[in-house]
């Protein structure tokens, strides 16, 4: 059995994710979606799965896009066993659940792997060999509209590595409609192939 890998993906349009699947605006990790298991290449799951072309998010994918994926992936953890933990300060769901206790309901998320979002490719340093210089321009590009945000890394993997808001005082202005279109349009702009 697989063990939930939590990454941080770099898709910051991700921020939105957190708050409405459930995470704890207090905590000191950074505020963006932790998905177990996050796979950024979009390469085949075991015979019978998706193909990954189902769940495959576009660069720059809308706040809508990225939330049916993630609504369809969370709704399987739900079939699985995984409770909708009751929103607490405007957070909760599955993903609060399993956060609560992994080991109990890892098992349900293996079992959904294969719905699993997955990143653009553009967005993955294993399939992008400019990642840091566009996760760099993306990062200028936010800046020069407002936002105060820095690139984060967890643990050694390079593939762990994202803009986040540098404050959780800055949280807010990063998740607002505003700030997450800046976002999308800077990712847009820094990661298509010039």
Partial sequence: MRKANVKMTGLAVLLVSLAACGGDPEASEPQVAAIPGASMSASAGPAGSNSGA???LA??????EIDRL???YYACWVQHGVPSAPASGGNGGPLL???????????AVDACADKEPLSAPELDPHQNPNF???????LQCVRDHGLSMEIRQGGTDNANIWVAPETKANLEKANSDAGMEIQRQCEISAFTQK
């Fill in 54 to 56: 189902d769940r495959q």
């Fill in 59 to 64: 660069l720059g994918a809308s706040k809508q």
């Fill in 70 to 72: 993630y609504d369809a």
């Fill in 97 to 107: 659940s399993y956060k609560m206790d992994e080991k109990k309901y890892q098992p």
């Fill in 132 to 138: 840091a210089d566009d996760l760099r321009e993306k």
